[in-house]
């Protein structure tokens, strides 16, 4: 299988993570991407460079705006002089506002950044858009003919909104991928398997018919994403029906997750899609620091199989997964047993 991976997005490090209350360590860090290549290299694969095909592809997901946002941000906030923290972090939310762009990095942020484990460093914008780089170029080769690609996406994409930041996530490769795919392809549907309900995806879809989004997650009931992700969210207007989340109770183990994910499959297959988006996290792992679906290392392989099986020519992009210690090997796990 072909794998993308560019060392530039080895350079995103946040320092900072403000959650429920407390600051916390970050674990979105780049010892991830490492221990996914470990895995791919462990397999014989080498991870290719993608090459670069512009903004015009992320614009095609993103608002202007933003981009132009995430583009400056850390300059304009070390331009200011003050003595603020070394990355853009707001703790001001007016995500959805209208107004921003005249009034100041500050509001700016608070505009962009949707939550407070988002922070933008020097390197923030250059790590995104080549993590996205490799999302479309698994989607491109899943076009011309691959049975599967695979993106090593990090920092991760799903819970980037159209104009915002959040969740670890800058820019949303999984939809940035899709919308490619539609160039090509009539109906897409994006399988999300991480943890979380992948917010960003749902919104920038919800009132489409071509891109069909399912996600498998923990309940967002006092877990993130919260507000959204809940089993009444179908799709409005042209989008009705589009939209399916299939969250779990937490701590359920493989029994559950693999009868939602025959649900979801069976929705799919119904959408019959000419290509298929799988936003692949590993943070349903037992151990994993964010864990509320407890899987363990062979489930990974299960999951690839009855994922496989169905035939679907299928761009593979990374989200989650943070429990550095296995990483690796759910990975390879996945992989070995994905066929095609
Ligand atoms: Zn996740």
Avoid at 28 to 43: G, N, T
Wanted: net charge negative.
């Amino acid at each position: 299988m072909q794998s993308f991976f560019d060392d530039t997005q080895q350079l995103h490090h946040p320092q900072s993570y403000f959650s429920r209350g407390q600051m916390r360590r970050p674990q979105e860090v780049p010892e991830r991407s490492q221990a996914i290549l470990q895995a791919l290299s462990a397999m014989g694969w080498s991870a290719t460079v993608p090459p670069d095909q512009g903004w015009g592809p992320i614009a095609a997901v993103h608002d202007s705006d933003y981009v132009a946002f995430l583009k400056c941000a850390h300059a304009d906030w070390l331009a200011t002089g003050e003595d603020w923290g070394s990355e853009v972090m707001s703790n001001i939310y007016r995500v959805g506002s209208g107004r921003g762009a005249d009034m100041g990095i500050l509001a700016r942020a608070a505009r962009h950044l949707a939550d407070g484990s988002c922070p933008v460093g020097p390197e923030t914008a250059n790590s995104a858009y080549a993590g996205a780089q490799s999302a479309i170029a698994a989607a491109d080769a899943v076009a011309q003919g691959e049975r599967a690609a695979f993106a090593v996406c990090r920092p991760p994409g799903h819970h980037a909104r159209r104009d915002a930041a959040g969740g670890f996530c800058y820019l949303n490769n999984a939809a940035i991928a899709a919308q490619r795919l539609r160039e090509t392809c009539q109906r897409v549907l994006i399988l999300d398997v991480d943890l979380h309900h992948g917010q960003g995806i749902q919104e920038i879809f919800y009132h489409r018919a071509d891109v069909h989004y399912i996600s498998i997650h923990g309940d967002p009931v006092n877990f993130y994403p919260v507000v959204t992700g809940h089993a009444d969210e179908c799709g409005e207007g042209e989008g009705l029906g589009y939209n399916l989340n299939l969250p779990l109770p937490h701590g359920s183990e493989a029994p559950a997750f693999f009868a939602a994910l025959d649900r979801a499959l069976a929705a799919a297959v119904q959408f019959a899609p000419d290509a298929v988006v799988l936003a692949l996290g590993f943070d349903t792992y037992r151990e994993d620091p964010q864990a509320k679906i407890a899987l363990d290392t062979h489930d990974y392989g299960v999951m690839a199989e009855r994922i496989s099986n169905c035939g679907w020519p299928t761009a593979i992009v990374l989200e989650g997964g943070y429990h550095l210690p296995t990483l690796a090997l759910n990975t390879e796990t996945f992989f070995s047993h994905w066929k095609g």
